[in-house]
């Protein structure tokens, strides 16, 4: 059962980001914190000297200084030389020596920060590696503390230097290392250990403490708590460790100091006995601190590797790709690791771990070849297969299978379709082709007969022979051989599309004024017969298209706006300039159109549904030769619904370039 793991983040060898800066609030209780435990070392120091044996503001101060940003570890620096002198002092020790003192521990904590490298990133005891810097940056710290310190106390009080570098070493050494990997913490990990596990291992590790220590004690026992220690190193949180390792190193320190204890025995120098108990506290610390750290190392690769594995065996890549770890025998190949996708494809080559086949062969080849081969296998399906050696096991190989049936069926599919469209798009081509040369053929040979009709009509209606009865009888055909000529005239633009050759074009320069004139006056009759307004703003725009399309462009859009505009309403018709273009705006005050309907507007023989209802006079072909002579004119044309109804269609032509002086 895991404990002491939620909201774990992933492991990663490398050390944690920037801190962010501590309250004012957190410095006045380390302050605090490490001035108490100074004035407690000073005045708990073995009778006979003056160095303590176990220091805990020098942990405290190294402490302090981890948990802060770069930005303030000088501050943190002079905070602890400062208070571990005054501390020194109020305990009753020289002012310089206690000065002394003061630079010692602050230059321990600079010694410990710039071999971790915390004085520009975070520190976290996350690997083995990590633990074993911190143990060697406390010894590096510890000597330099200890030399400060022996040389300020022999240099005042005539003590031997050496003697005192061990036990101030050793002291600071003692309480760094068991206080210090407090703001060294890693990221927590889940742990195999539960809460009822963690007390049965904390009562044992008391109980052993107590009997070791206790004053009655007798026996040579100090290495028994290293055994309870490394169970928790090995099974806890290393939070839980070193949170044990200090209340154990006290209780440890209180008992020794009450007469207990293997340290304290009778015939044992009791400097001797201090010097001995600092190093196994050292060795205590030490101990917890690096085997923690190489424990979470391996718990965060644990899970590493359990990610892995459950990337490799589930979800997307298990359902498509099968991954095999064989081992290649004398006689035969056995699969050590494979996935779901792996044992499906494989199910007919396996007998037990034993593997042998067509698929087995394809590894070989891939293995050989250094790339992939692919076969189709009696089921009918299509696998590709990579095979490649595992580094540092020659005799192991990796094996990745694809069944690539479903992406071949589909692109198959695919090609097929495309092979059906681009049919499609051939047949209708034609269709299209044959269509406009039979309107084409049939206008011309209607054109003929149309135009016979048209003149002899004509010919009737000027003749005075004719009664009443029979001039509208020949009006009647007049009107509806010319509808047929108009009809065949459009039937001939839309078959010759934009084939027209350019010198037949004669595209020239088009006045708008002139042309909105003309075509508003064609259709005077219809507009005063049903009451509708025209206005022209025609500006002095010029086009250069061909004048006999331009006409019948704005024709069929006044036409149709003629049509569906109600009686007595508006049309505007209005031209404006656009770069090196001219807008032509034709906006009516009709029931407009519909999004769907524009969208078929130009299509050739459509008509609206209201129109069709309406039975409004028309074949569906105005809008579509529209767009057909706009784009042999290099113009285009739009429709869209008018902001406050009706209808507006733009038609953007070439403008005219300005005509150039005669040079003098």
């Known amino acids: 059962m895991s404990t002491a793991a939620d909201g774990a983040l992933p492991y990663a060898d490398r050390d944690g980001g920037p801190r962010s800066a501590l309250p004012l609030w957190a410095w006045a209780v380390a302050a605090a914190a490490i001035f108490a435990t100074a004035i407690f070392g000073v005045l708990f120091a073995p009778l006979g000297t003056t160095v303590a044996v176990w220091w805990p503001a020098a942990g405290i ?52 920060m710039g071999v971790l490298g915390a004085q520009s990133r975070r520190f976290e005891l996350s690997s083995l590696r990590a633990g ?81 220590f206790h004053p009655s004690s007798s026996l040579s026992l100090a290495f028994a708590p290293f055994p309870l220690l490394a169970w928790a190193a090995l099974r806890f949180p290393i939070r839980i460790v070193m949170g044990q390792t200090i209340v154990a190193a006290i209780a440890m320190l209180v008992l020794t100091l009450d007469g207990g204890g293997p340290f304290r025995r009778e015939g044992l120098d009791l400097l001797v006995g201090a010097a001995i108990f600092e190093a196994m506290l050292v060795t205590f610390g030490g101990f917890a601190v ?36 064989a081992e290649r025998g004398a006689e035969a190949t056995r699969i050590t690791w494979s996935n779901r996708a792996a044992r499906r494809l494989l199910a007919a080559e396996l007998e037990g771990d034993a593997w042998s086949g067509p698929l087995r062969t394809a590894a070989g080849a891939a293995l050989r070849s250094g790339e992939q081969i692919t076969l189709n296998t009696d089921e009918g399906r299509t696998i590709t297969v990579a095979a490649n050696p595992i580094g540092g096991a020659d005799h192991r190989i990796a094996v990745q299978l694809l069944d690539v049936t479903a992406i071949l069926l589909a692109r198959r599919a695919q090609v097929e379709a495309e092979f059906e469209l681009d049919a499609a798009r051939t047949i209708r081509a034609e269709l299209e082709r044959q269509r406009d040369d039979f309107l084409v053929t049939t206008s011309h040979e209607l054109r003929t007969p149309i135009t016979s009709i048209v003149g002899y009509a004509e010919l009737l209606a000027d003749g005075s022979a004719l009664g009443a009865s029979e001039r509208g009888w020949v009006g009647v055909i007049a009107r509806n051989a010319q509808r047929l000529s108009e009809l065949v005239e459009d039937l001939l633009t839309l078959g010759r599309g934009s084939d027209v050759p350019e010198a037949q074009l004669r595209q020239e320069r088009v006045r708008c004024d002139e042309l909105f004139d003309e075509v508003a006056g064609n259709l005077r009759p219809v507009s005063e017969r049903k009451g509708l307004v025209i206005e022209l703003q025609p500006g002095a725009h010029v086009l250069f298209v061909a004048r006999h399309d331009a006409s019948r462009m704005l024709s069929n859009l006044l036409t149709n706006a003629c049509k569906f505009t109600p009686a007595g309403g508006r049309i505007r ?44 006079e028309g074949t569906g072909l105005g809008l579509a030769i529209v767009a057909e002579l706009a784009r042999r004119n290099d113009g285009e044309v739009l429709l869209r619904r008018a902001e406050h109804g009706g209808l507006e269609a733009e038609l953007r032509l070439p403008a005219a370039r300005a005509p150039q002086p005669l040079a003098p």
């Not at 302090?64 to 305990?91: D, E, G, K, M």
């Not at 770069?579 to 050739?604: C, K, N």
């Open 290 to 325: 690096v085997l923690s750290a190489a424990q979470h190392e391996l718990r965060s690769l644990a899970r590493q590797v359990d990610a892995t594995n459950r990337l490799l065996s589930g979800s997307v890549i298990d359902a498509r790709i099968g991954l095999v770890v």
């Open 61 to 112: 101060s190294v402490l302090f200084a981890l948990l802060q940003p770069s930005s303030r570890i000088v501050a943190a620096l002079a905070l602890v030389l400062l208070v571990t002198a005054a501390a020194n002092a109020v305990a009753g020790r020289p002012l310089l020596v206690a000065l002394a003192f003061g630079v010692a521990n602050a230059v321990e904590v600079a010694v410990v």
């Open 132 to 212: 074993v810097r911190f143990a060697l940056a406390v010894v590096l710290g510890s000597l330099a503390a200890g030399v400060l310190a022996a040389a300020a106390v022999a240099l005042s009080e005539g003590a031997d230097f050496w003697p005192t570098v061990g036990f101030v070493a050793a002291s600071h050494a003692a309480a760094v290392v068991m206080i210090a990997p407090l703001g060294a913490l890693p990221r927590p990990v889940p742990v195999p250990a539960g809460r009822i596990e963690m007390v049965v291992q904390a009562v044992l590790l008391a109980a052993v403490i107590a009997i070791v």
């Open 573 to 616: 018709l209005s031209a404006h300039a656009a770069g090196d273009a001219v807008l032509i705006l034709v906006a009516d005050t009709g029931p407009g159109m519909s999004q769907d309907e524009i969208g078929h507007a130009f299509e050739r023989f459509y008509r609206t549904p209201s129109a069709e209802r309406e039975n409004v």
